[in-house]
């Protein structure tokens, strides 16, 4: 079993005998745990897990962590321990928070999975028993019936009406209807190997009997996986942004060493007294608390969107929804209920509509003219529901997670219309026992049963309405049976063209009485002079939230594009309901983009909204059409084919309902309830959170202009550094890194669905930040430099001089902290309080500072000193100035604007 054989070409004895095993009694225990031992467990190899080492040595390789562990290592070289072991604890907590937070992601992943382990009924030791599928092995023969996930490759050896839904594999919505006909074509693709089942798909109706040929990586499946793990994936925009703000600041602060200590050795000063001065301006250039600041404020983020049913995979990717400008959804599931459900009935020559969506059974039945009506009470109407729940094989089934159907999803449209009117399937079985059946095929596209009613035989046929209607010679209706005459069919299948124009699957319903059951019924002779009853009009109902949130994103300037293997009209008429599809826009089919170039795929892309009948091949080439336009693309996905898609979005979002393992693990996020709507709130959550970011980026670097403008001035003043460097690292790492992840809590503003996406090219400093960043950094620097020359020029200790210096930079930065909560909105017209994290920061920083000045032995250690009351007062009204200056310009900005 090794080599690749063409099991779809063999006798179904044959492969029985090449994989040794026995129709009668399957396998025996010790054969199993031999083949388990060869072939190892029925599971994917995923790509081997990072181990936490792993993870962190991938924290501290980012450029900004680099240059701090840099700095680290030349203070204590300089014999500045204090610093040194302050740096280097701040590297290990910020790659610390990382990794607890990317390990975090993936354990709950690890637990959907084992919450989702599947079983299966095997033939062992001639007895049919249960196992998990984990343990399947080549040789084992095992049942499989409606609602089965197929554990493995396998060949059939029986099969009774067997129709499995492949889409997962192969792209394919509609199941395919599985034989055991031998197959002589050499390589046929996938679906059409009729008389093979594969693991990851869904058996939606029938029952076989199957013999495995292939498990875990030597499946379908498994060779998908395998082409995956190859396919790394690129770096987020944040992440580029801030290796590219690392590498500036990193320039910044080698061009700020080479120019102070030059300019320190041509007015005269020692040289090591320089290179300790350089050094700590060195400190003061980068933004010790940015990593951590970062990596914190993504995973909060990360956790709010767990709590709203999205789990991120990796941290930055929450950011890059933010700038997203395009979602490409799957329809069914994502945007619909997948829930197939009965809109409207038409008996009688009437319309009667069914009310409620999804698989819960209540729901009205209502004239055209809204009148409620008992539907069991009119004949005609009853036979319609009774129909349908006997000609079925879907049954309902309530659990703790609400109703689900098992079997064909139009079948159990059918059954829940029946439980809206009154009668259960198990209660339709008893009464009206099916006796025979001729299969659904595709061919006929029919299928009928045989039921004992009312002391006769009656067949319901169900199929499509234009084949049924050709093989009806009479109509029932609530005058009785009538004759089925050119102008009633004609008017009939204009019916179904009116249900078929509003994206609706029409089944159309007719009956034939029987004295007896007739002898091997088969289509020509029982599928023949029926009696047309009714159609049943479904459709898989959108969810009532999405409307409302591709409207969200419509105004947040980002384009919603559905993508589906469904029909057409079908997806049209759901993309117009949810104004996806507006006047204008195109519509592509998965025949029209086989016939496209990429570079007329690339033409095109920007108009399309609707692509119909596609597969996941197509979703690759779309994507990839799209990124050639430089857009940032959101795309979901649950199959199996749809993971090099995924991987290929910015941002692949897999479903956690229906979604395969290998589409959650080529994806950045889980939607835990494959809810459309659930991106559009991580879409507000990106956006808030790199404003955010931004904030807390504006806030640490003006502070830290601040810190070089009032050394370096200082110092070209001839009056040495106002700062020493552990005073500088502890501003950095204690009393402004508070602030900054409070500000990264920030709740969002104002209007921030109601605006385009940015560039994603477009820099943290763009938007006039950075020269914010130099006018606050300047107002800070040289109050700092004020109060340091003061102290001076009155006569006061280098140690009180440094500590008013110190203490004014720190006091002026905490009070700054407010000013940041808004590039552009008055503090005042915000309100103080309405941020309590940095209300708690500031006076939990303000605590921390006070502490190193009234503690002796940390006054020891800082270099500080006590100050008067008159220094006090120096210090506090220099501290505010930043306030005013801020709201001064702000207002300057508003009124520019406007």
Request: proline content about 4%; some cysteine.
């Amino acid at each position: 079993m090794e080599e690749k054989r063409n099991w779809f070409a063999m006798p179904e004895e044959e492969v029985v005998a090449k994989v040794e095993s026995n129709l009668g009694r399957g396998l025996s225990s010790d054969e199993v745990a031999k083949r388990l031992e060869k072939y190892g467990p029925n599971v994917l190899k995923e790509a081997p897990p990072r181990s936490l080492l792993a993870m962190f040595f991938d924290q501290i390789k980012e450029t900004l962590v680099l240059i701090l562990i840099v700095a680290a290592l030349v203070s204590g070289f300089l014999g500045e321990w204090a610093d040194t072991i302050v740096i280097l604890l701040i590297v290990i907590l910020n790659s610390v928070l990382g990794v607890i937070q990317e390990n975090k992601a993936e354990q709950a992943l690890k637990a959907l999975k084992e919450m989702t382990k599947a079983h299966v009924k095997v033939l062992r030791d001639g007895k049919v028993t249960q196992i998990e599928v984990d343990d399947l092995v080549p040789g084992d023969i095992f049942m499989l019936e409606a609602g089965d996930s197929v554990p493995a490759d396998a060949r059939l050896l029986e099969a009774a009406s067997l129709r499995v839904n492949e889409a997962a594999l192969t792209g394919e919505s509609v199941p395919v209807e599985k034989d055991l006909k031998l197959i002589e074509e050499e390589e046929p693709p996938l679906g059409d190997r009729k008389n093979m089942v594969f693991m990851g798909t869904i058996v939606t109706g029938g029952r076989a009997k199957a013999v495995v040929v292939g498990t875990g990586m030597d499946t379908e499946l498994g060779r998908i996986a395998q082409m995956l793990q190859e396919t790394p994936p690129d770096p987020t925009p944040l992440q580029r942004q801030l290796d590219s703000l690392g590498k500036i600041l990193g320039l910044a602060a080698g061009i700020i060493v080479a120019v102070v200590f030059a300019t320190g050795l041509i007015r005269g000063e020692g040289v090591f007294e320089m290179f300790l001065t350089a050094v700590a301006l060195a400190v003061a250039a980068i933004p010790e608390g940015l990593p951590s600041v970062v990596t914190i404020v993504l995973a909060l983020g990360v956790t709010r969107m767990s709590e709203r049913n999205a789990i991120i995979r990796r941290l930055p990717a929450v950011e890059t929804l933010g700038v997203a400008t395009y979602i490409c959804s799957d329809k069914t599931g994502t945007l619909t209920k997948n829930e197939m459900t009965v809109t409207q009935i038409y008996v009688n020559q009437k319309f009667i509509k069914v009310t409620g969506t999804g698989y819960k059974p209540v729901g009205d039945f209502l004239t055209e003219d809204e009148q409620e009506i008992s539907p069991m009470q009119d004949k005609v109407s009853e036979l319609m529901l009774l129909g349908g729940l006997l000609n079925s094989d879907a049954r309902l089934e309530q659990t703790d997670k609400g109703y689900q159907i098992i079997g064909d999803p139009t079948e159990g449209a059918l059954v829940v219309a029946g439980v809206k009117a009154g009668v259960t399937k198990e209660e339709a079985d008893a009464k009206y026992k099916r006796v025979s059946e001729i299969p659904f095929d595709s061919e006929r596209k029919m299928m009928t049963t045989f039921h004992n009613m009312h002391d006769t035989i009656i067949a319901f046929t169900k199929g499509a309405p234009d084949v049924l209607l050709a093989r009806c010679k009479q109509v029932i209706t609530e005058e009785g049976i009538t004759p089925l005459t050119p102008e009633l069919s004609e008017k009939f299948l204009e019916v179904n063209s009116k249900f078929a124009s509003q994206g609706q699957r029409v089944l159309a319903l007719a009956y034939r009485e029987w004295q007896e059951l007739p002898t091997n019924p088969n289509s020509e002779t029982a599928e023949q002079d029926l009696i047309f009853v009714g159609f049943y009009a479904i459709q898989d109902p959108p969810r009532p939230e999405v409307k409302e949130a591709v409207e969200v994103s419509r105004r947040a300037g980002i384009r919603t594009v559905m993508i589906t293997g469904d029909h057409q009209d079908t997806a049209l008429a759901i993309a117009k309901e949810l104004n996806i599809y507006r006047e204008g826009d195109e519509v592509l089919t998965g025949s029209q983009l086989e016939q496209m170039s990429d570079e007329e795929l690339k033409n095109h892309v920007l108009k399309t909204t609707v692509y119909a009948r596609v597969s996941p091949e197509h979703k690759l080439r779309i994507v990839g059409a799209l990124k050639a336009h430089n857009q940032v693309v959101a795309m979901t996905g649950d199959g199996v084919n749809d993971a090099p898609a995924l991987r290929r979005a910015d941002i692949g979002a897999a479903m956690g309902i229906t979604g395969t393992e290998v589409a959650k693990e080529a994806s950045a996020m889980v939607l835990l309830d494959d809810n459309f709507a659930t991106i559009v709130n991580a879409v507000k959550e990106g956006r808030t959170i790199y404003s955010n970011i931004r904030k807390s980026i504006q806030f640490l670097l003006s502070c830290n202009t601040g810190e070089i403008i009032a050394i370096f001035s200082a110092i070209l003043f001839g009056l040495g550094s106002p700062l020493t460097p552990i005073q500088i690292l502890w501003m950095n790492l204690v009393t402004d890194s508070l602030p900054a992840l409070a500000l990264g809590v920030e709740p969002p503003e104002e209007g921030v669905m109601n605006r385009p996406p940015r560039n994603p090219k477009e820099g943290v400093f763009s938007g006039g930040v950075g020269l914010d960043i130099v006018i606050q950094g300047a107002v800070i620097g040289f109050l700092a430099l004020a109060a340091f020359w003061l102290a001076l020029d009155w006569g006061r200790t280098l140690e009180e001089a440094h500590t008013m210096a110190f203490l004014t930079m720190s006091f002026s930065q905490l009070v700054h902290a407010f000013n940041a909560r808004s590039f552009e909105h008055s503090l005042f017209t915000m309100g103080f309080g309405t941020n309590r994290a940095l209300v708690g920061a500031f006076f939990a920083s303000a605590a921390l500072q006070l502490i190193v000045i009234f503690v002796p032995f940390l006054r020891d250690i800082f270099e500080t000193a006590l100050l008067s009351s008159g220094d006090w007062a120096v210090v506090i009204g220099l501290s505010l100035v930043p306030l005013l200056v801020v709201e001064v310009i702000k207002v300057i900005k508003r009124a520019v604007k406007q």
